[in-house]
């Protein structure tokens, strides 16, 4: 295909160059992205190499807490879970109560060298089993009651705050990248903010697309009224980030052997985009198949395989580039499963579950408690840490971002980072 924009630039200092041959600014000014003609204009500063950023890792589909972080000297696990419970000889030892499913052994590596972490049974008051539902509730960090139009992270994008990302100091960067093929509802807001989306593994695959929104950006403008001036500049945005990310991403080269499943995948290519410079602040990724209900087994085993090596690789991809110290990775899931087992041999919606965190600044491997399991069957965990006490510690430790002012009151922080 005849790309006409195949020529033009995707950095500002390429845009500095083309300035420094000749190009006029100003009549270049009507057609480049707007980004890059206003912080040009405005000498906006580099974007910051220190920057903390967080990668979030949704386990869509309701993770079975018990069966990740093991109770193996509770004898009531194993009566909750005659069939499916991970055998005492089997779990990867934490303690001398708790144990790591067999599948998790990267994980557990990264445990042992003090850059990952697990936060016990977390959950909220009145929960809901519906996956939609309890979605929301987790994204949006509303209570059980509540009906937020906002998302969290959103909140935390359309803060002032000291660590929120602004217009200015972000190099044109997309604030906030989610590598899903909708929006989370952890990004909306209230506010607009430059945000941008990769399918599931970053494969594209999008040509049609990309054609169609290089045909509008180069349509004859001249009855042009503000509005459409402005969807076309932001068309122009879309499309040079576009651009941009499929260059950073299609030249990466890992410094860590990736497995080639697209959650891994996905990984890596959030790896590529960090290590390119941009300013983004927050990622978003998900790995998907977590509503076991039945046969929980084997394929639950292979989805904390497939957490477990994508999150390993991920992490030493970053210590290799030394950038492990900027980056905070954090493991959600709108729900964990029944403690008893059904008769299909999986488990049903429950309600609490531990979490994942993971990075060179995370303290300690065990936070919270674990849930008590003396328990009749078809009842559910007691939660004992809330879920918004965990982004109450990302917001006020990792982004020195005042609590109340996103999650609408305080919340006691843990002490993982």
């Not at 519906?130 to 994204?139: A, L, M, P, V, Y």
């Not at 209230?190 to 594209?204: A, C, Q």
């Not at 493991?331 to 965190?357: C, I, K, M, Q, Y």
């Amino acid at each position: 295909m005849n790309n006409a924009f195949q020529s033009l630039p995707t950095t500002r200092r390429e845009f500095l160059t083309w300035g420094s041959k000749g190009i006029g600014l100003l009549a270049f000014s009507q057609f480049a992205p707007s980004f890059l003609v206003q912080s040009t204009l405005a000498a906006t500063p580099s974007p910051e190499k220190d920057r903390s950023i967080l990668v979030l890792v949704q386990l869509a589909g309701g993770n079975d807490g018990l069966n990740t972080v093991i109770p193996y000297e509770d004898p009531e696990y194993y009566r909750l879970r005659p069939t499916i419970g991970i055998k005492k000889q089997e779990a990867i030892r934490l303690d001398d109560t708790l144990g790591l499913h067999p599948s998790l052994a990267a994980l557990h590596g990264l445990m042992q060298d003090g850059s990952a972490g697990i936060i016990q049974n977390v959950g909220y008051p009145n929960p809901n089993h519906s996956h939609f539902r309890s979605s929301e509730i987790w994204e949006t960090g509303s209570e059980s009651n509540q009906f937020m139009p906002t998302g969290w992270i959103g909140r935390f994008l359309d803060n002032d705050c000291g660590g929120a990302p602004g217009t200015a100091g972000t190099g044109g960067d997309p604030v906030a990248v989610h590598v899903t093929n909708e929006l989370p509802q952890s990004f909306q807001a209230d506010k607009p903010h430059s945000t941008f989306g990769l399918r599931g593994g970053g494969n594209r695959n999008n040509k049609e697309n990309l054609a169609f929104l290089e045909k509008l950006v180069k349509e004859d403008d001249h009855q042009a009224n503000a509005n459409a001036s402005f969807l076309r500049a932001t068309m122009m945005d879309a499309l040079v980030t576009e651009q941009r990310v499929q260059k950073v991403i299609g030249s990466y080269r890992a410094e860590s052997a990736y497995p080639g499943n697209n959650f891994a995948q996905s990984l890596r290519n959030v790896a590529a985009l960090i290590s390119s410079g941009m300013s983004t602040r927050v990622y978003f990724v998900s790995l998907g198949g977590f509503d076991t209900h039945s046969n929980q087994t084997n394929n639950h085993a292979n989805l904390l395989k497939t957490l477990s090596e994508g999150l390993a690789a991920f992490q030493k991809d970053l210590v290799a580039r030394k950038l492990d110290s900027q980056v905070l990775t954090m493991t959600f899931s709108e729900f964990g499963r029944r403690p008893n087992e059904n008769e299909s041999r999986g488990t049903d919606h429950g309600t609490a579950a531990p979490l994942f965190v993971m990075g060179s600044q995370i303290k300690g491997s065990l936070h919270g408690t674990p849930p008590s399991l003396a328990l009749q069957k078809n009842k559910d965990l007691e939660f004992s840490t809330d879920f918004r006490q965990v982004y109450a510690t990302v917001l006020d430790k990792w982004f020195s971002c005042p609590t109340d002012q996103v999650l609408g009151k305080t919340y006691a922080p843990l002490p993982f980072i």
